[in-house]
DNA sequence: GGTTACCTTTACGTTAACGTAAACTTGGTT
DNA sequence: AACCAAGTTTACGTTAACGTAAAGGTAACC
């Protein structure tokens, strides 16, 4: 069983996402990341890694850096007062909402798509069809 | 029978749909939409109600105004050669493939809000219950 | 010891998607 | 005639999310 490295370097988590390391740099300057340090060098724990990967989830999703860093501190808190938890569940069921709404349109727009894919293959059986025909009647009047 | 109106204002789209009448040009601007005249002002049809309605559901997916343009294309797409519809078709298979990873993206999130949701409520129930202790434990060095 | 490969901070530049303000026209109303 | 609401164009301002360049530190390798 081969252990998975306890920590990374800020290059080796570009590469692995794709990502330029001003990115995971900037992402820590608003407050979505706190990396540990090796002196000036920033070390990245598997919790971190993690993070990057919801932060990129979040991308696709749609969603702003600040909407991310919203639901880590959602997901963080541990000190919660009874108003506080109130407003809490009051945000989870506004991204509830607005998800079950995402997940609506994305259905929507993959039938739509599908459609237009039919058409396309459509068309394009039309085409391969008449050039067959060409092939069977040569030479008229081709260049 | 009510027949819906044939046409509409700038005003009356950015009411209905909640935006200002500047993104509704700044649409236009960017290839979005086209609609008719009548001298200078702006006459929009039902299709271009409904395109309106399509770019703010791109909007809703993450979609940059140029990506839903690109699908407009694609749609209105008619003149079309072999190598023309083999990209559209590929391109549909793109979008198809990040959509799917949005429809997975989305579900994952919705069950990780799920338990979250859950435990909040947990914490509420707990910090209720030990008020109602304390209501049926009378003044115990309450202030 | 010089080069190479990464890492750092600082700071100015850039693009998308509008916001906002100015200055003007047009159609209806009092 | 005066006025208001809604429309228009033009143009500069703003925010998010980085890109890019400058200037420098550190560790390994030839």
Redesign the pocket.
């Known amino acids: 069983m081969t252990t998975q490295p306890t920590t990374y ?4 988590l ?1 590469r692995e996402f794709d ?5 995971i ?3 820590e300057d ?1 407050g979505l990341l706190a ?1 540990q ?1 090796q ?4 070390l990245y724990t598997n919790k971190d890694r993690v993070r990057l990967k919801l932060i990129l989830r979040g ?1 696709r999703l749609g ?5 991310t860093k919203n639901l880590f501190d959602l997901y963080d808190m541990e000190n919660s007062s009874e108003r506080q938890l109130r407003t809490v569940l009051a945000l989870i069921d506004d991204k509830k909402l607005s998800l079950k709404q995402q997940l609506e349109d994305i259905k929507v727009l993959l039938v739509e798509l599908n459609n237009l894919e039919e058409r396309c293959r459509d068309e394009l059986a039309e085409i391969e069809a008449s050039q067959a025909a060409n092939q069977s009647l040569p030479n008229q009047e081709s260049l």
């Open positions: 370097s800020i290059g080796e570009a990502i330029t390391t001003r990115s740099r900037f992402y608003q990396p340090r002196g000036q060098t920033r991308k969603f702003s850096l600040a909407e």
